[in-house]
């Protein structure tokens, strides 16, 4: 699976790297076909209720055997600058991440996160999934 230019989409029923299949939605983010490439997705401003903290469980796509990617959540500053909230390198391991993020820093606020993944050298196999990602109090 994949694009030569990167690529987000939406899976209502993912299979994941560790083999099970899920009913839960998960977004995949695939990356440019080019060494040390990004992917950034800017979110539309959203309130952020009071202790609201983001989750969602990484994984690489089943089979890309050769995924190494890094997976930032990122809020953008009133002038445009980014500011790393966690970083995670998510590697073709059998094995799923789960991140939990607290953001009651940013509750009764209005606020952009931006989604960044990063190719650790050749993008070859870097599609990884963000199952069911939210934010809630």
């Known amino acids: 699976a994949g694009d030569a ?23 995949w983010l695939g990356l440019q076909n080019a060494d040390d490439s990004y992917l950034q997705a800017v979110f539309p401003a959203l309130y952020i209720p009071a202790n609201a903290k983001f989750t969602t469980v990484l994984g690489c ?27 995670w390198t998510e590697t073709h391991d059998g094995q799923i991440s789960r991140v939990e993020v607290d953001l009651s820093a940013f509750g009764g606020k209005i606020t952009t996160f931006v989604f960044l993944l990063k190719a650790k ?7 990884i999934h963000l199952l069911k990602p939210m934010i809630q109090p």
Do not use: I, K, M, W
């Open 61 to 87: 796509l089943r089979g890309n055997t050769a995924c190494e990617a890094e997976f930032s959540l990122n809020y953008q500053d009133a002038s445009g600058g980014l500011h790393e909230l966690g970083s």
């Open 5 to 27: 230019g990167g690529f987000v989409t939406l899976d209502p029923q993912p299979q994941l790297e560790n083999g099970a299949a899920d009913d839960e939605p998960a977004l």
């Open 121 to 127: 050298g050749s993008p070859v196999g870097d599609v």
